[in-house]
T-cell receptor, first 115, second 111 residues
Framework: DADVTQTPRNRITKTGKRIMLECSQT?????MYWYRQDPGLGLRLIYY???????NKGEISDGYSVSRQAQAKFSLSLESAIPNQTALYFC??????????????FGPGTRLTVL | QKEVEQNSGPLSVPEGAIASLNCTYS??????FFWYRQYSGKSPELIMF????GDKEDGRFTAQLNKASQYVSLLIRDSQPSDSATYLC???????????FGSGTKLNVKP
């Protein structure tokens, strides 16, 4: 079984709808992240969480919210989806390690299309 | 200025050749440097990371780091068609708050 799973894998929705993307992990990592990827722009950090009580905004948090329900679960919500939120969304986890490297381990991604 | 810069490519090399992928970064406080491989429509997979100046080898892959020049590279020896993918460079300061990915270089290995 995959260490980091995301649901749904694909979603098509309409402008103004509320959407939730879910992420679960069995790696036992405390740190979890949400990224979006757009062609030519690489990966951009939306939110990250270092533990259940710690939530932080990333580079592009506007229009998004998150919930860390448990160590293993981290959800991303789009309260009112808009077309420019069409992208590939990745969840990731990390363990800081001895040198605090925070190597990122990614889920399979969710392809979201907002019409 | 972007935090991490990569040439978008595509970089085309013949099978069996050495592919050289380059990355520069702007934050001198960066401590850890990563190379990920991403096939089209798939998630990034870690190839290797490096945090000390010099070379680090893992099989056909060698990462090279020069902190003075703020430059990190990835060499792929004996390139195979299966190496055709987009390669993402990422850097991290000692505290996570500054973890950035480049936009990636697309590599094509021609049989």
């Amino acid at each position: 079984d995959a260490d980091v799973t995301q649901t749904p894998r694909n979603r098509i929705t309409k402008t103004g709808k509320r959407i939730m993307l879910e992420c679960s992990q069995t790696k036992g990592h405390d740190r979890m992240y949400w990224y979006r990827q757009d062609p030519g722009l690489g990966l951009r950090l939306i939110y990250y969480s270092f533990d259940v009580k710690d939530i932080n905004k990333g580079e592009i948090s506007d229009g998004y919210s998150v919930s860390r329900q448990a160590q293993a679960k981290f959800s991303l919500s789009l309260e009112s989806a808009i077309p420019n939120q069409t992208a590939l969304y990745f969840c990731a986890t990390s363990d800081p390690g001895a040198r605090n490297t925070d190597t990122q381990y990614f889920g399979p991604g969710t392809r979201l299309t907002v019409l | 200025q972007k935090e991490v810069e990569q040439n978008s490519g595509p970089l085309s090399v013949p099978e069996g050749a050495i592919a050289s992928l380059n990355c520069t970064y702007s934050d001198r406080g960066s401590q850890s440097f990563f190379w990920y491989r991403q096939y089209s429509g798939k998630s990034p997979e870690l190839i290797m990371f490096i945090y000390s100046n010099g070379d680090k080898e893992d099989g056909r892959f060698t990462a090279q780091l020069n902190k003075a020049s703020q430059y990190v590279s990835l060499l792929i020896r004996d390139s195979q068609p299966s190496d055709s993918a987009t390669y993402l460079c990422a850097v991290n300061a000692y505290n996570f708050n500054k973890f950035y990915f480049g936009s990636g270089t697309k590599l094509n290995v021609k049989p």
